[in-house]
């Protein structure tokens, strides 16, 4: 692998999407078919803890693939209102195909999902409306500032939004619900769903888009010159960073003052979002290290080709792990039988991804391929 080339120079991204599709994968396949003790023992647990991580790092990368869009639009002085519309198009393409893939899981579970499941919100729709939403950040910030300044300022309005989001969850979970919503709205800010509180297995806009923000801030920051030209340094600034991040955060839960009546740790408290964001910032370094100079140069990397084909894989390995066509049996398997179901959803999903990234841009060689074959069969 050429390390000075464009493509090589951002497989670390690709690597990151492929580590969260692993740990996506070990999180649902335990979570689906452990059942008995084995759901009661430390590997659920520890498995569960390691599915805190797909869905951020998917933002994350979502915000920082944002900011690589953006960044090329602003380099061939693209007008403002075409950067907005052109970014929140594309985050709406993707909000439909949450909506999509709500609506083929309820249809393939006919008969036992509840309707309910149509409004279900997934990651998949909060990325969509994470890009729409940057997309109008984007709109207001250049509508005030382009030149020179424009990345800087998107830079600071885009950690500044994040920041925002992440303070305001709290009170929008608890004291400040906005009940006066019917619940399908509602959900889409507190993760409400129908059920009269929040749920903390949705993926509503508090707080989950603060990691797009922050990816958007982060891959603007990648563009520049100085950067540029001082990669590897940065990289490693990034990890620093991320670790003093998750000390700071550490500390502040520590203190005995609090700013809310309610402090939920784990899900919606601003220091738990400060450590996933730190440790985002770690893994952004380690996975740049590691495709740089590590195993991500000799070739073939699993990994990454995992993360060429993310939006795929998610959307088929569900089915085969929660839906009808699970292929083990649901909460009833042991530890053995459920790891030997992950090396084959692993294995299955890898071939899956090698034969999107094989056919990918080659539909119009097949048709050119089937055309004299199909001429000819009509002759006869």
């Not at 999902?113 to 984007?138: E, F």
Request: hydrophobic share 55%.
């Amino acid at each position: 692998m050429a390390v000075d080339s464009p493509k090589s120079r951002l497989a670390y991204i690709d690597w990151m999407r492929g580590l969260a599709c692993l740990l996506m994968f070990q999180t649902h396949c335990y979570d689906s078919w452990l059942g008995g003790a084995a759901r009661q023992g430390k590997l659920l647990m520890y498995s569960q803890l390691g599915g805190t991580f797909p869905a951020p790092l998917f933002l994350f990368l979502a915000g920082i693939s944002f900011a690589l869009v953006v960044g090329k639009l602003l380099d061939r002085n693209v007008p403002t209102a075409e950067i907005a519309g052109t970014t929140i198009r594309r985050g709406a393409e993707i909000f439909g195909l949450g909506l999509l893939f709500r609506v083929q899981e309820f249809v393939i579970a006919l008969g036992w999902a509840p309707w309910s499941d149509l409004l279900r919100v997934d990651v998949l729709n909060t990325i969509g409306l994470s890009m729409m939403l940057m997309g109008v950040l984007c709109w207001l910030v250049l509508s005030l500032q382009r030149g020179p300044r424009a990345r800087l300022s998107l830079v600071l309005a885009g950690l500044g939004t994040a920041l925002l989001i992440s303070l305001l969850t709290p009170p929008l979970w608890t004291t400040w619900r906005l009940r006066w919503l019917p619940w399908p709205i509602e959900s889409y800010i507190n993760g409400v769903h129908n059920l009269g509180t929040p749920q903390p297995w949705l993926f509503p806009i508090f707080p989950w888009t603060a990691f797009a923000f922050t990816g958007l801030a982060v891959g603007l920051l990648l563009q520049s010159s100085l950067v540029h030209h001082h990669e590897s340094k940065f990289f490693v600034l990034m990890g620093g960073a991320g670790a003093v991040l998750v000390e700071l955060a550490r500390w502040l839960d520590r203190r005995p003052l609090q700013l809310y009546s309610v402090y939920d740790f784990w899900h919606t408290s601003p220091n738990f979002f400060l450590i996933r964001l730190g440790l985002l910032l770690v893994i952004l370094c380690a996975s740049y290290a590691w495709v740089r100079w590590g195993a991500g140069q000799w070739g073939f990397s699993p990994l990454i080709l995992l993360g060429q084909a993310s939006l795929l894989i998610y959307w088929v390995h569900i089915e085969f792990v929660y839906g009808r066509f699970s292929i083990l049996p649901k909460r009833a398997s042991d530890v053995r039988t459920a790891s030997m179901g992950l090396m084959i959803i692993f294995l299955a999903m890898l071939a899956l991804a090698w034969a999107r990234t094989r056919m990918k841009g080659r539909g119009a060689h097949v048709f050119a391929w089937l055309r004299p074959r199909t001429a000819n069969v009509g002759l006869k």
